[in-house]
């Protein structure tokens, strides 16, 4: 069981704007601004999207943002195209030492209708 | 530009050892964070644990605390991720990853290599 939960499984048609959440704990999404996303095609090695919850890295299409809001994380891509589909990963800096110091989320699959 | 380029596919029996290799290019390979993420098939990414080559300081995840062996050798840029035993629950794809950076973020993966443990 992942320490950050994602939902399975966000859609929507191509234009619009989806939101992928990540949820933790008072030990990691929400004690500290070390939040990233990761995009996976299939077959594909992840690919850095988003880090420090809302910085993007050189490259990176700014229809990608990141927020936090408590335990919360936040992925949102505006504008879908086909070629986001894929899979969307959150993962967290964690003091929390039964974890270890850095967790992934659970994993989003996002399908573009 | 960072690169990794990771040791190819291996096929092992159960009990077996093996070790496989990451070589980072495009940087100074000592002054950053170098580590390894698992991914099993149809599943989602795991942290196993990263090395600091400047300072041979090598921090595992519990799950893989003493499972595996992550180390790196300075004079190659080469970081390793080793077992001693195989078992057939290590079949998965492993993935090399250089930290962003004080926030351990995997900014730069490799290419994965696939290990199958089958008998």
């Known amino acids: 069981q992942s320490a950050l939960t994602q939902p399975a499984s966000v859609s929507g048609s191509p234009g619009q704007s989806i939101t992928i959440s990540c949820t933790g704990t008072?030990?990691?999404?929400?004690?500290?601004?070390?939040v990233s996303w990761f995009q996976q095609h299939s077959g594909r090695a992840p690919k850095f999207m988003i880090y420090?919850?809302?910085n993007r890295p050189s490259g990176v299409s700014n229809r990608f943002s990141g927020s936090k809001s408590g335990n919360t994380a936040s992925l949102t891509i505006s504008g879908l195209q086909a070629e986001d589909e894929a899979d969307y990963y959150c993962s967290s800096y964690t003091s929390n030492s039964t974890l270890g110091i850095y967790v992934f989320g659970s994993g989003t699959k996002v399908t573009v209708l | 530009e960072v690169q990794l380029v990771q040791s190819g596919a291996e096929v092992k029996k159960p009990g077996e050892s093996l070790k496989i290799s990451c070589k980072a290019s495009?940087?100074?390979?000592?002054?950053?964070?170098i580590g390894w993420v698992r991914q099993m098939p149809g599943k989602g990414l795991e942290w196993m644990g990263i090395?600091?080559?400047?300072?041979?300081?090598?921090r595992y995840s519990p799950s893989f605390q003493g499972q595996v062996t992550i180390s790196a050798d300075k004079s190659i840029d080469t970081a390793y991720l080793q077992w001693s035993s195989l078992k057939a629950s290590d079949t998965a794809m492993y993935y090399c990853?250089?930290?962003?950076?004080?926030?351990?973020?995997?900014?730069?993966w490799g290419q994965g290599t696939r290990v199958t443990v089958s008998s």
């Open positions: 090395t600091y080559p400047g300072a041979s300081d090598t």
């Open positions: 008072r030990s990691d999404v929400g004690g500290y601004n070390f």
């Open positions: 495009g940087y100074r390979f000592t002054s950053y964070w």
């Open positions: 420090d919850v809302s």
């Open positions: 990853t250089r930290q962003h950076g004080d926030d351990y973020a995997p900014a730069h």
